[in-house]
């Protein structure tokens, strides 16, 4: 327990975790995973994947019930956590949009504090913005809460709701590459070279040395 928090690391378990529900109760977990993992958002069929290419991968895929758009966690490559909080917990936001702008000003401030080179880091406190990718990719949108660095995004953010509780679903990219997730959609090759070149401008990883987890349990234990 870290302050008022519960923190928990769930190892190999992102898929059973997606399919649960949040409970009520402030909560930290940290979803590990030991192979590649394709997260299709809830607007997404699985018409959508390449399945003979995640058979080559030995990936896995899994849909969560958030968020429009796929995510690719690897090893190494992507950190997801979910913080959840009961309803009626102060942090709350009856507004959907307004609702993860406490969590991006945690995500902001960890960032700040340990991405080298002194990059600009910035939550977004507007609309949803989108791009022509943005409903195939999450990480080609930039939606209320979610952060940039250096003007590229790099923490996705994503919510569900309950009577109990808000968990919100959270992606920090480490490298971003984007032609390891389109390599797995159900792209002709003249489109996934596009898609590679295109969604390098709009995102970017952080480092894969930091330890994003470490900081923001210390962040969001002050909250």
């Known amino acids: 327990m870290a302050g008022r928090w519960r923190v928990e690391v769930v190892g190999n378990g992102i898929a059973g975790r997606l399919a649960g529900r949040p409970v009520g109760e402030r909560s930290i977990v940290v ?16 018409d959508v994947v390449d ?28 950190v997801w956590v979910d913080v959840t909080i009961p309803a009626g917990d102060p942090l709350g936001d009856h507004d959907v ?4 702008h406490w969590l991006g000003a945690a995500w902001a401030e960890v960032l700040d504090a340990v991405v080298p080179d002194g990059r600009p880091v ?9 791009t022509p990718w943005s409903a195939s990719v999450c990480f080609a949108g930039l939606g209320p809460g979610e952060v940039t660095v250096d003007g590229r995004k790099v ?5 569900r709701r309950t009577r109990e509780a808000t968990m919100f679903q959270c992606c920090v990219a480490l490298r971003w590459e984007p032609e390891r ?17 295109e969604l390098a401008q709009v995102a970017a990883g952080i ?7 470490t900081a923001i349990v210390e962040a969001l234990r002050h909250r």
Not at 122 to 130: C, K, M, P, Y
Not at 155 to 159: A, W
Request: aromatic residues 4%; glycine residues 10%; hydrophobic residues 45%.
């Open 122 to 130: 910035r939550w977004h406190d507007g609309a949803l913005q989108r």
């Open 97 to 100: 949009g307004r609702a993860f």
């Open 51 to 78: 399945w003979q290419r995640v058979r080559r991968r030995d990936a896995e895929v899994v849909h969560r019930r958030s968020g429009g758009a796929a995510v690719l966690v690897e090893p190494g490559a992507a």
């Open 207 to 213: 480092g894969p040395d930091v330890d994003v987890v």
């Open 31 to 46: 979803l590990d995973v030991a192979r590649p993992t394709l997260v299709l958002g809830s607007s997404q069929k699985d």
């Open 155 to 159: 923490v996705g953010l994503s919510q």
């Open 181 to 197: 997730l389109l390599d797995l959609l159900a792209l002709d090759d003249a489109d996934r070279a596009r898609g590679a070149a």
